[in-house]
């Protein structure tokens, strides 16, 4: 049966907490049937948006005083990405592999609220309909990341082969880590960099390529059983992450709800077999301040109306959306993150008894 989360409330990673169980805090009150765990980039340069995936990675260096991860590229690294491959594939090898990639596991180190969930889940005994984890996109992560030369990794075919794959097993790492306390996992492939696809800087990354590789780790997430979302928190190519096989495209409706309009005729086919839009209403910027639900509520219609009118039925729309703030929440001020986290949950408590979801399971 195709996933019907009828406007259920999850969010994006990042939150502006130092601590992590008052992040924690934030993410049980909200997000009630499918919680998240936080990234804090202000805990640590640990948990910054690239450094906080880079474990396991070969030649993989951070530099703590400037905040940057770079990849030595210099001398002979043979033998460190053959060891690389050796552990993929016996992992992920689709004939042999056992699964298992603890060996690109994520620890406590360079993610406090990840193990600071574990511990509550393990401590209380708890369950919930869904969990949702999240990975920097390879795109977002090799276009951002760069060599020795400030040349970026993504033009290093060998380099970023490796953190594709490395990224792929961190998504299943964490699947499975969290698998006994829910009924289905989410797992989030962010992207926002592709808000910048198709401009000159960019303009010799093709979209064969970016499919592929966000297809890839989306096929890691998939050999677990679990949902592949894509987030981007700016306009982008959407039909990109319906081709790269999400089953959630996550976008800012806040700022760009009106560019999907231009997608429509992919986003038909793609919620008619069963795939799902994670609509972020609820802007994550100090604008945040001046929303109320009924407003936010208002603009998913206005959406969802648009969206009908070219074809899309707004009933089949409602059963396959989810609510989302617009974007992470790590760079802002607490107060604004914690009213974002609240708003999200009223909003979608406000659209499921409007379209009569009240007490229907997910």
Known sequence: ??????????????????N???????VMANLPEAPIWPQLPRRAVTEQMEIQYSQGMPRA?????????????TGDYSEE????????????????????????????????GLHGLLARLAAGKLAFPLL??????????ALTTTDQDKRAIYYNDEFLDVIV????????????????YASRIICFVDEPILSAFGSSTYVSVTRDDVVARIGEVVEAVHAEGALAGVHCCGNTEWSILIDAGA????????????????????????????G?????????????????????????????????????????????????????????????AERIFALNLEVSRLLRTRYGFDGVSL
């Open 276 to 336: 799902c839009l994670a609509f972020g209403l609820v802007p994550t910027s100090a604008a945040v301040r001046e929303q109320t639900a009924e407003g936010l509520a208002g603009l998913y219609e206005n959406l969802a109306g648009a969206l009908a009118a070219t074809g899309i039925d707004k009933q089949l729309l409602a059963e396959r959306t989810i609510v989302t703030p617009a974007c992470g929440t790590g760079s802002l001020a607490t107060g604004d």
């Open 61 to 73: 260096v951070v530099d703590q005083a400037r905040g940057k991860l770079i990849f030595d590229a």
């Open 20 to 26: 992590p169980d008052a992040a924690l805090d934030i």
């Open 247 to 274: 089953d959630i495209v996550n976008f800012d409706a806040f700022c760009y709800g009106e560019t999907v309009l231009m997608y429509a005729e992919a986003l038909k086919p793609f919620l008619e077999r069963g």
């Open 81 to 112: 990405l053959a060891a690389f491959y050796e552990t993929y594939l016996t992992a992920m090898d689709p004939d042999t592999g056992d699964g298992d990639c603890a060996a690109m596991a994520i620890d406590a180190h360079h993610a406090a």
């Open 1 to 18: 049966m195709p996933f019907a989360p009828r406007f259920l409330a999850t969010a994006i990673g990042s939150l502006p907490h130092e």
């Open 132 to 141: 949702k984890v999240q990975v920097t996109g390879p795109v977002s992560f």
């Open 165 to 180: 794959k490395a990224l792929a097993m961190k998504c299943r790492w964490q699947i499975r880590t969290f698998a006994p």
